[in-house]
């Protein structure tokens, strides 16, 4: 892929994809793009993109093929069923998979394109919508090198920072980790603070005091203050998503042999999540926490955004 425009086939111009999409026809790319979704097909088009009539036209038509899905088996469809990347794409194709899915069927999917010469890299992306529209997304790479400096020119319209992480499956194995993280860190602040709330401290002195100590973090002294712990609970990343990823990372965890005492239990924080709350923001954690005590783990008195 050397210089210049690129024919780029994106699939899955969702929440996320759409901007990173249009980013890329920002950059002087040729785009088409296909989605389950009439609305965010008709959006593009009306960007300047191409709408594909299947998956296999996409296909044929692109130097590079990008998905962005939901999960698993979204990505395994596309790539590897009837009429998908595998049975249509020509030997040399590019294809870089950007959704958070689990390493195990990346490297399966991977294993079973290389046999068709088609060449993947995972890419999966860190931060949020707000990101994907500015094209200032964090992404964590696994695969050949080589590939990844090809593709590298057009996922730099996408982020700015980009980390190669090595073999393939290690970009969203990263991506796991860094998810599982969030959610157990704000699955703690949420028990912690309802704690402290119920035995009479008020919200701002606890962010205070220890922000001071060795608990100081990003969730508890910059994010949530700036949006859940003022009741702003609009997406961001979705309840249902945060979910779908502490799932993917304990089946990780279960595949190489481990029980995770934590993660079951940020599981099952996130389950009554997703019932209480699907579309909103995951950190709705702290109102169902704090809501099963009878406390509003809230900064200030304002009004509830959704
Ligand atoms: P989304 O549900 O908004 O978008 C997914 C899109 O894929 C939808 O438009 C849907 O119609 C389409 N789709 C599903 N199956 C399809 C199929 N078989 N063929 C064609 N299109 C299909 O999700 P999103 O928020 O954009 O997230 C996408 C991925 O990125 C997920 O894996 C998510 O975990 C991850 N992610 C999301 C965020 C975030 O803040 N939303 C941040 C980082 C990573």
């Known amino acids: 892929m050397g210089p210049g425009t690129v024919r780029i086939g994106f699939i899955g111009i969702g929440t996320m994809g759409l901007p990173m999409a249009l980013n890329l026809l920002r950059g002087g790319h040729r785009l088409s793009v296909y ?127 980009i980390t190669h992480c090595g073999e393939l499956g290690n970009g969203v194995a990263m991506k796991l980790v860094n998810n599982f993280l969030s959610a157990g860190i704000v699955g703690t602040i949420a028990e912690a603070m309802t704690i402290g709330m119920k035995a009479g401290l008020p919200l701002e002195l606890m962010v205070r005091v220890s922000g001071g100590t060795g608990t100081n973090n990003a969730w508890l002294h910059k994010l949530l203050p700036g949006k859940g712990f003022l009741g702003d609970f609009r997406p961001g990343f979705m309840s249902h998503l945060a979910r779908k990823d502490q799932r993917l990372a304990l089946k990780l965890a279960g595949e190489m042999g481990m029980t995770l005492t934590l993660g079951e239990a940020v599981l099952r924080m996130l389950d009554e999540t997703v019932a209480q709350y699907p579309r909103d923001d995951f950190t709705s954690l702290i109102r169902v926490v704090g809501g099963g005590a009878g406390v509003d783990v809230r900064l200030d008195g304002g009004e509830t955004k959704t």
């Open 35 to 161: 989605d389950l979704n009439a609305d965010a097909l008709r959006q593009a088009e009306e960007a300047g993109a191409t709408r594909a009539a299947d998956v296999a036209a996409l296909v044929r038509g692109s130097d590079l093929v990008i998905t962005m899905l939901p999960d698993a088996p979204d990505v395994e469809a596309i790539a590897l069923g009837q009429d998908g990347i595998e049975s249509v794409g020509r030997p040399g194709l590019l294809y870089v998979d950007m959704s958070t899915i689990d390493p195990m069927t990346t490297r399966r999917v991977g294993a079973r394109l290389a046999e068709r010469g088609i060449r993947m890299i995972d890419s999966p992306v860190a931060r949020g919508v707000d990101n994907a529209r500015a094209g200032t997304l964090a992404l964590m790479v696994g695969g050949d090198v080589g590939v990844f400096a090809e593709v590298e020119p057009v996922l730099r319209l996408m982020a700015d920072t």
